[in-house]
Nanobody, 127 residues
Framework: QVQLVESGGGLVQAGGSLRLSCAAS????????MGWFRQAPGKEREFVAT????????IYAESVKGRFTISRDNAASTVSLQMNSLKPEDTAVYYC????????????????????WGQGTQVTVSS
């Protein structure tokens, strides 16, 4: 089992940047595929980005492609989301998620694929 804690959210002006971090506790972090999702008020949770166990495979939602970068540090058991050129429509609670892949390279874009979730961190982008 793994516990996830997000940090780094806050208030930023449009065009600015934020870096979210997710610290994982528990064993074998490197065997987990990791994902970032977000949920805006009144909307369903949506996929943002995912990364496989080694960091060699990443997938992004079209809405963030070219602006956001997901990365991981298996030695530190962390996954990060660098968010640049932020827009007001990026405002949401951002969640980190993990799914054990037993060393496989598969990545997952569906929220239902993830077994473990953090508590979320608020990102607010003002216009």
């Amino acid at each position: 089992q793994v516990q996830l804690v997000e940090s780094g959210g806050g208030l930023v002006q449009a065009g600015g940047s934020l870096r979210l971090s997710c610290a994982a506790s528990g064993r074998t972090f490197s065997s987990y595929a990791m994902g970032w999702f977000r949920q805006a008020p009144g909307k369903e949770r949506e996929f943002v980005a995912t990364i496989n166990w080694s960091g060699g495979t990443t997938i992004y939602a079209e809405s963030v492609k070219g602006r956001f970068t997901i990365s991981r540090d298996n030695a530190a058991s962390t996954v990060s989301l660098q968010m640049n050129s932020l827009k007001p429509e990026d405002t949401a609670v951002y969640y980190c998620a993990a799914r054990s892949t037993f060393g496989g390279s598969t990545v997952y874009t569906a929220a239902l694929s993830y077994a473990y979730w953090g508590q979320g961190t608020q990102v607010t982008v003002s216009s």
